[in-house]
């Protein structure tokens, strides 16, 4: 049974990121079966769709976040996808990490940078602005 | 002798918060005093008054970053009065905060929330939105 | 209408600490009234609810996860209290602050331990164990 | 010549992890030979054998630790595998790890569940439980 | 019955902070008596009194971890006595903390300085250098 | 146009780490031009010039403030160079590595050991002392 919290948030996945989500469904099918239905309820079903903030703002908040606390990498290569399909340019993400370099230190914000750089390349190949 | 650095970070400063900077000023002008002008010229000078992103959306990142990080109070409280001078609502640095229980957990973003709640108490008691 | 989760969180806090999470509701009401309803929907609706770790179990896991981030002094003295009202030992939580000096380095576990001492001395005047 | 203390410590390693800290000593013996001593003296025949926590416990707490402060991924794998030696079930270890998703956010407690992944493998391969 | 662990990391304290320690046993010898001894024992009598690092140039590194780290006030503040005591000038300190804005942010800097502050007054009001 | 401080920066890292900022130079050219120039001018123009604390000092508290915060193993590394060819020994760089055990855990001790052991064996093979 799908619950309206999970539909709602699956809405939002599916315009920000479908293909992280289904990724850790599949990894953590076996082991951890609730943990994607967490994931789609609690942070986009309750957070992420209530009004008050658009989307792309939310993921500059998230990016912004991820890159200070430094120890999430490929989370916030998945918000970078997520920043970048739900409106912001590629330079607000550059202007966001570059940013974090006063918050958190210079080596939080470079390697925010150097996960903005795969991100970019990979959209690249795939031709993805 | 003032730098353009300066000049430039201290006009945004104006803008978003000139009271914070002048505490700051005055509180280590005896032990520190090229402190102030660092902050002045770099995050402000330098970052702040880049292209690209604009006042509200640099508060906003700044405070998704100082509520996940969670070691900084008055920095947070400080930058709670800039994303409002910048033109934020209080809902959405509310929305912000909020948003970080997802990412930095529940207690980070209850001590942001307490955080913002002083913050707006000391403004409804100047009058301020 | 209170849903299914928020009854089910609720019964669990009503055994280990109703009166944090009135604290939370009481002094949240006006900015963020939903904030009290995810705290007692999410983490214990959702996650303290689930069999397969005891309550004692989980706020032992609780107790070792606040002492070690160091961040949040205010929660960490809650769940100290919860610990304790779900059948831990005052030397129990002891122990594993003490612990944290391995894991988060002695100024982490000394502020544990201040504030474990702080919440028995609080007991000690309720005559709760 | 081996103190008290080393004797305790590497005692209760030999139940939990006898590989992690031959590891650790064969890795460091040219460049700094007293640290293996430290982890065993310390940690363990200090801290882990004292009265008052049962190693189970006192593993469950580790894995809480380090997975919330979520900068030590091989130290983390290590303590899954103490965990499981120490008598914690899988099950046990999932719960633990899912529920730093509320105290150090959704990131942390992912983390966590890949780096629970990669050891149940591991063992899965070695037939252990 | 003292170690000589207990002994070599009682003189180091005696020359940089004899009240600090006696604080710290003071506060716990209810609650957690070796934990004074364990702080004895293991940093000084074990790691401080290692030769390849002077004294002052320990308390430099130490002062500089806290304030990175930004999350154990009293005991960046207790560091800063010792980095003193142990023959850093107050501009030194001054400068280990400002360099610490490149490498984990201007708050956690700031909040090092107003550390500082606290103990260079104190310490002027004592008539100490 | 080069400004004086990239200048005053440059000369400190000709000394210390030539090929690290022009690896990042190279890296982020495309993407984020200015943030090389932001690293040579705020970190070693404004902070490192500075009287008050010689290079070795500097680069040994940025060693201790790297391995503490355990979140940046690549600068980590990098700096980890930077103090040996600023004067310190490899005893030294070992000594405040394992110092930090005491105050941000074991867990990232021991990862701060792992980075200066790959920094000397890439120097034995360069012939670096």
Redesign the interface.
């Known amino acids: 049974m799908t619950s309206n919290r999970y539909r709602k948030g699956k809405e939002i996945l599916d315009k920000v990121n479908p293909e992280g989500i289904e990724k850790?469904k599949e990894?953590?099918k076996d082991?951890?079966p609730?943990?994607e239905r967490?994931?789609v309820e609690?942070?986009y079903g309750?957070?992420?769709s209530?009004p008050?903030?658009d989307l792309r703002?939310?993921e500059?908040?998230?990016?912004?976040?991820?890159?200070?606390?430094?120890?999430?990498a490929?989370?916030l290569r998945s918000h970078i996808h997520s920043a970048l399909n739900a409106g912001c340019t590629?330079?607000?993400v550059?202007?966001?990490?570059?940013?974090?370099?006063?918050?958190?230190?210079?080596?939080?914000?470079?390697?925010g940078?150097?996960a903005?750089?795969e991100v970019?390349k990979e959209r690249d190949e795939k031709g993805l602005r």
């Open positions: 850790i990894s953590l082991m951890a609730d943990m967490f994931i609690f942070p309750d957070i992420y209530r008050g903030l703002t939310r500059i908040a998230t990016v912004s976040a991820l890159t200070a606390l430094g120890n999430c490929p989370q590629r330079q607000e550059v202007e966001v990490v570059l940013q974090m370099a006063v918050y958190a230190g210079f080596p939080a914000a470079l390697n940078m150097y903005a750089k970019f």
